[in-house]
Nanobody, 118 residues
Framework: QVRLVESGGGLVQAGGSLRLSCVPSGTIFKSTAINWYRQAPGKQRELVVSSINGGTTNYADAVKGRFTFSRDSAENTAYLQMNTLKPEDTAMYYC????????????WGQGTQVTVSS
């Protein structure tokens, strides 16, 4: 069973930056969409960014202008560059690869913790 492996989380001071990475543990067909979610303690999981392959990328209002999604299609790897981090960005961050149609799948990572100190 393929799973996604996230990395890049950690502890950073407010105003700092982190870059999250997400890579499948095995070979998969090209994804249709890649999403990053986050979940803070006691809160519901929320969508941070959603990117359609060859289409649009949409960001949550809370991260617009500070976070940037990118992907390496050749390596089927996704990144989330997070700048000007705020304490309210503290959460577990999860990546999610989706493919629909032929050979559909819905893969999730185990999460990587991001903690922003004030």
């Amino acid at each position: 069973q393929v799973r996604l492996v996230e990395s890049g989380g950690g502890l950073v001071q407010a105003g700092g930056s982190l870059r999250l990475s997400c890579v499948p543990s095995g070979t998969i067909f090209k994804s249709t969409a890649i999403n990053w979610y986050r979940q803070a303690p006691g809160k519901q999981r929320e969508l941070v960014v959603s990117s359609i392959n060859g289409g649009t990328t949409n960001y949550a209002d809370a991260v617009k202008g500070r976070f940037t999604f990118s992907r390496d299609s050749a390596e089927n790897t996704a990144y989330l560059q997070m700048n000007t981090l705020k304490p309210e960005d503290t959460a577990m961050y999860y990546c999610n690869f989706k493919r629909w149609g032929t050979f559909a799948y819905d893969y999730w990572g185990q999460g990587t913790q991001v903690t922003v100190s004030s």
